[in-house]
Each structure stands twice: as C-alpha cells, then as structure tokens.
C-alpha cells in the first residue's frame, strides 16, 4: 500500500474510532453531566463514591452560579442540606459542593473555581481529622476548576473527558447495568430525591440495622488509613511536626487568606460524628493528634485575624465531641426498624442534626432553644474546651462499656487483618 493511502487510512480509522467513543460516552452519559445544571441545585446529595461525582459538581457550579457553596467532606455532603431557611436571601443561590475523601487543599481549590465563576459571599465549611491526613480524592482534576495555575479552557477539558478512557470504562459498566440488571420494584427515579431524610431501607436490610452499617463503615474508614494508625505519639504532639501535616495547615491557612482577601464571608465548623467514632480515635491512637489538629485550626484563625486588624475572626464551632447527642443509642445488631435520629452511621450525622449545625452555625432564630450546644472555639477557649472533651470522654466510656469492648474487638480485628 502506497504510504499516503496508508497514512490517510490510519487518520481515517482513528478518526472513526475517535467519534465512536465520543458518541458512546455522549449517549450513555455515565457520570450524569448532561443533567450537572440541575445536580443538587437546591440541596446536597449523598453519594462520596459515585462514579463522576467530582465531575458532575465541578461543572454543575457553572449553571448555578452559586452566591453562598458548603464545602467539606462526604459529611457535610450528605448532612448539611443547601435548602436550610438560615440562609438569607442575598444568600441564594446556594451550593453544596462538598464531595467525600476531599483534602483541605482541594477544598481550598473548590472555593477558588466557585468563586472564580461567580462572586460568592459567605462559604460554610465543615472540617475534619481525615481531611488533613490524607492526599485527597484521585479523581481530583485542578486543570478542571477555575483560577489555579493549571486550570484548561472548559472546552478541552470536556474534549479530553469525553475521549478518556475512564470516562469509556463507565460507560460499558452503565451499559451492562441498564442491559444486564431489572430495576426493583417501586425503586424512585434518579434524582427523585436529591437528599434523603434518612437511610434507605435496602441499606439497613443489607447490614443487619444501623449498628452493622456502623460497624462496616468505621472499620472501612480506619482500614484505609492503616499507614497511620497506632503512632506512638506524645500528649505533647504538635501538629506541624510532620511536613505532609504541616503542608494540610498551610493549604488551610491559605484558605483563610484567599476568603478574607476576595471579602468571602467564612463560617466553619468541625464535624459531629458518633461517640463510637470518638472512642475509634482514641483506642487507633489518635486522641493527642486530633487535639494537637483541633488547637493548630485556632491558631491559624488566630493568626489570620491578628493579620487583619479590625476584622473580626472568621468563626469555628466543635461539635465533633462528646455532646448529648453525639451519645445516642445505636440500635442492637439485627434491629433493622429503630434509626437513629441523629445519625446515619457513626461517621456521619444525618440531615437534622446537619439542620441543627446550620442553625447554630448560621445564627438562625431559635438556635438558643437547640438541643446541639453553642460550642464557639477560639484560641482563648481551645485548653478548657479540650479538658472537658477529656472529661466527657471518661464519662462515656464508663456509662458505655459495651460500646467501648465493641469497638476494641474491631480494632483487634483490625490489627489481624493487617498484620496479613
């Protein structure tokens, strides 16, 4: 075959191929982005490893144009509901755009894209332990988010999404799904429900009630942080001793520098989670880290404010301790009709308590009369708020003892595990 035939043969084949990719992905759409403009437009969605998630909020911020976005990990993703009545006005519209195992610095790089297509005015931020620790979700893509150095025109990065070979890999699995698989009975259709009030009853079903799901999800968490749990940390730790720490810190601190320099209106506040949870840091060894965390988050906001006299702080609240309802009953094992109120498993709280850190968080009217207490930290409160934490630790696991055996039995379990 003469070489140019050959050439044009190629090209025409790639081409071909090209297309057909192009037009398979377009048509079974497997991350839901021809429906990004509506994506949670009025409340947040549950969901931290759904395929595409990452996608579908980073180009949905486009259509919503949001004047106020929540930010944080799959807590505040499936807690905090974006419809809450504690947002004003000039508030509207509204965001969440928490996604689950975000990192500090991906947040931070979040509200910059919010930020960079429209102006936003106030954030609320949920913050936790794990967002520190870790490197952040892998499908994170910078080059898709505005204002950072690696940001690419919108169009390529819908061109090279829509080429992807992961994008391809989605597809084929949506394709087998929708060809392969019969749809239950009376199941709501996608997007009927944008943010469940409770967990779903095939959920519970399928984990023996709310304390197997519980138990799945802690022991999940903590298995895929196994590097570094179990450390031999001083009470004394501080939290800069480690670079990979440190560099969590400085992501933060900038944080607070970009929002006080673009006039963004910050409200913070560290997640509630169960006591169990609590009990988990303490027996993994983390107790004397997530105090040595809890004191460097007051101290960069203390800093920030010293560099911005006449400004007030931006505020931060600590529920994740051991507060009245942080210690609600778990159902027994095999109990698949009682819920918890307060919770959907012991790492994340469910949408009325996320109403009730919106309120206090907000300033809404009524909050003095919420059973969640006003718990504001600062630098000049962090030592006495952290010794009645130890206090309340105490009196939990002396009034929980079968609690505290339980999660030692998984944490030995744990150990098995990985010691294979």
């Not at 965001?95 to 609320?124: C, E, T, W, Y």
């Not at 840091?281 to 105090?291: I, S």
């Amino acid at each position: 075959m003469h070489p140019r035939h050959y050439l044009i043969l190629n090209l025409g084949l790639a081409a071909v191929l090209t297309g057909g990719i192009a037009a398979v992905n377009a048509h079974l759409d497997p991350y839901g982005l021809s429906a990004a403009g509506r994506a949670e437009a009025n409340g947040g969605v549950a969901g931290a490893a759904r395929p595409g998630s990452f996608w579908q909020k980073a180009f949905a911020v486009r259509d919503a144009r949001p004047s106020s976005v929540i930010l944080g990990t799959s807590r505040a993703d499936s807690g905090i509901d974006a419809r809450h009545p504690g947002f004003a006005a000039q508030d509207a519209p509204v965001f969440n755009l928490s996604l689950g195992g975000l990192s500090i610095d991906q947040m931070r790089l979040l509200l910059i894209h919010a930020h960079a297509i429209s102006p936003v005015r106030k954030a609320v931020i949920g913050l936790d332990l794990e967002a520190f620790l870790s490197g952040g979700r892998t499908d994170f893509d910078p080059a898709a988010l505005e204002g950072n150095p690696e940001t690419e025109p919108y169009s390529l990065v819908r061109l090279r999404l829509a080429l992807s070979r992961e994008t391809l890999s989605a597809s084929l699995a949506r394709w087998a799904a929708l060809t392969f698989t019969e749809p239950a009975a009376g199941a709501a259709r996608e997007g009927s429900d944008p943010q469940p009030r409770r967990v779903p009853d095939e959920l519970i079903r399928q984990f023996n009630g709310q304390r197997g799901l519980s138990g799945v999800t802690e022991f999940n968490n903590f298995y895929a942080r196994l590097p570094v749990l179990f450390p031999h940390w001083l009470p004394a730790t501080r939290w800069g001793d480690d670079p990979r720490r440190a560099a969590a810190m400085t992501a933060f601190r900038n944080l607070l520098g970009y929002a006080r320099q673009e006039g963004i209106e910050l409200r913070m506040f560290i997640s509630p989670v169960h006591a169990r949870y609590l009990e988990w840091y303490r027996q993994v060894g983390w107790w004397p880290l997530f105090e040595a965390w809890k004191r460097s988050l007051v101290a960069a906001i203390d800093d920030e404010s010293r560099a911005s006299p006449g400004r007030p702080a931006f505020p931060l609240w600590d529920f994740g301790g051991f507060h009245a309802l942080a210690i609600e009953p778990v159902p027994k094992m095999g109990d698949v009709s009682t819920r918890m109120r307060w919770y959907r498993e012991s790492s994340h709280y469910s949408p009325e308590l996320g109403d009730l850190v919106l309120d206090r968080v907000l300033g809404a009217p009524g909050a003095d009369a919420s059973p969640l207490p006003d718990l504001r930290i600062d630098a000049a409160t962090i030592d006495r708020h952290l010794d009645m934490l130890l206090i309340q630790a105490e009196e939990y696991r002396l009034s929980s003892p079968g609690e505290v055996a339980n999660v030692s039995e998984m944490i030995a379990y744990l150990r098995r595990v990985a010691r294979k």
